[in-house]
């Protein structure tokens, strides 16, 4: 099966780092709470949801990712004070398009270095020993060690639900 180049990076990415990690093949979903009905074994808690919002700061605008577990909301007044920023707004799916290459919304991974974007990830996470999310394909999934995700990427850990 033909998965997103992005895929293929990040389980690259696992391996070059000798992680242990899980993989699952699924019909496409879009949403974390399909993600949780096809991902056996693992709770829509352990979904890393990675959302992807438009900033505007004095150079012009910049993408931010944002990461939290799946049952949770983004609260934008926490992420905007962190930010110290006024506007916030959800990329777009053409700009989540150019952001990451082509990752379909639903696709895209938690790891906003591999985008080059600065990464937030919320605290509430790393309660979960292990998480789970989509890896740059709707059909394709990884779980992993959330200790091992956080010293992968080197997130900024900040309560943004």
Do not use: W
């Amino acid at each position: 099966m033909d998965y997103h180049p992005v895929t293929k990076q990040i389980v690259d990415l696992l391996n070059q780092n000798h992680l242990l990690y899980e993989t699952f093949v699924h019909e496409p979903v879009r949403t974390s709470l399909d993600a949780a009905k096809v991902r056996h074994g693992y709770s829509l808690e352990q979904g890393a949801k990675a959302l992807i919002v438009c900033v505007k700061t004095k150079e012009g605008k910049e993408f931010v990712m944002l990461v939290m577990p799946a049952h949770l909301r983004l609260d934008t007044k926490k992420a905007k004070k962190y930010l110290q920023i006024k506007d916030l707004r959800f990329a777009t799916e053409e700009e989540v398009g150019k952001v990451t290459g082509g990752v379909l919304v639903g696709g895209v991974p938690p790891f906003g270095n591999i985008f080059h974007i600065k990464t937030i990830v919320d605290p509430k996470l790393f309660l979960n020993e292990k998480i789970v999310f989509n890896a740059g394909d709707r059909r394709y999934s990884v779980a992993m060690f959330s200790k091992d995700y956080k010293n992968l990427v080197n997130p900024t850990v900040v309560d943004i639900t």
